[in-house]
Nanobody
Framework: QVQLVESGGGLVQAGGSLRLSCAAS????????MGWFRQAPGKEREFVAD????????YYSDSVKGRFTISRDNAKSTVYLQMNSLKSDDTAVYYC????????????????WGQGTQVTVSS
């Protein structure tokens, strides 16, 4: 069974930075695209960023483009989300996710989810 464990969330002032990590286990990490989603209070869960199985393709939502960077370390079975220039609108629970299909460039319909990590940006 695939397990995804997020860490790195917390409270930060507007304009600050955080780096989220997601450690995966339960299967070989490298063949699978990985992604980050978030859910703010009272809103639906939304796509934030994803990275292809090779790491060569990365996609971002318009709301975070230029501020967030997704990356992966296959040796550590970990995906990261570096978040800079944080805004109060970035406050949400952030979820790591992955698919059951290998060799994908994107990951927009996750099969597996982490438990989430809270990010709170104070203005």
């Amino acid at each position: 069974q695939v397990q995804l464990v997020e860490s790195g969330g917390g409270l930060v002032q507007a304009g600050g930075s955080l780096r989220l990590s997601c450690a995966a286990s339960g299967r070989t990490f490298s063949p699978y695209a990985m992604g980050w989603f978030r859910q703010a209070p009272g809103k639906e869960r939304e796509f934030v960023a994803d990275i292809s199985w090779t790491g060569g393709a990365r996609y971002y939502s318009d709301s975070v483009k230029g501020r967030f960077t997704i990356s992966r370390d296959n040796a550590k079975s970990t995906v990261y989300l570096q978040m800079n220039s944080l805004k109060s609108d970035d406050t949400a629970v952030y979820y790591c996710a992955t698919d059951s299909k290998p060799w994908q460039l994107t990951m927009r319909n996750p099969t597996f989810w982490g438990q989430g990590t809270q990010v709170t940006v104070s203005s």
